[in-house]
């Protein structure tokens, strides 16, 4: 069970388990204990999984945040996964989810995730991560706070750092 590194730094087991979509002619097998299931499945089954809240979702690259928008805030756990660690559209995810659509849960960056990431990755409202397999989760925390200023306006910063020295 892979460790869990939050945006403070600390670091938990994991017990969410990451489940993939049932191959054609198969049906979705449930894990016991917490499930994130791919959108596309939670979209084809919802009403199944109303209210619980042990299912989240998880989104691939190219999946959309719009499919789930009316039932964000249902879901106590999001994951976006990183295929590969060259692929931004996770970030992108990560923005919309949080402030086009007010996705106010926790918000899990999973796949191809690295130590130099995890700033932008929390820039862009990401609460927790999963490493990649090889990456030493002790460097974390210093990867998680590399800069103590940041220019740009973002999720964890609603203004730029013009406009908060003026301030």
Same mark, same amino acid.
């Given at each position: 069970m892979p460790d869990v590194i939050r945006k403070d730094g600390i670091h938990n087991d994991d017990l969410w388990t990451l489940v993939s979509a049932p191959v054609e002619g198969e049906s979705l097998q449930l894990p016991d204990g917490p499930a994130l299931l791919p959108v596309t499945v939670w979209n084809e089954n919802q009403d199944a999984f109303a209210g619980r809240n042990d299912i989240g979702v998880w989104f691939d690259s190219? @999946?959309?945040p719009e499919t789930?928008?009316?039932d964000l805030n249902q879901l106590?756990?999001?994951?976006?996964n990183f295929p590969k660690f060259t692929d931004g559209r996770g970030y992108s995810i990560a923005r919309l989810l949080r402030e086009r659509h007010g996705y106010t849960g926790e918000l899990r960056a999973v796949g @191809?995730?690295?130590l130099d990431q995890l700033?932008?990755?929390k820039r862009c409202g990401f609460d927790?991560?999963?490493l990649r397999a090889d990456k030493d989760i002790n460097k974390a925390d210093g990867c998680l706070n590399v800069f103590s200023n940041a220019y740009q306006a973002a999720v964890d910063v609603k203004e730029p750092l013009?406009?908060?020295r003026t301030a």
């Open positions: 190219h @999946d959309e789930v928008a009316g106590p756990l999001i994951a976006v @191809d995730v690295l700033f932008y990755m927790s991560y999963v013009f406009r908060r």
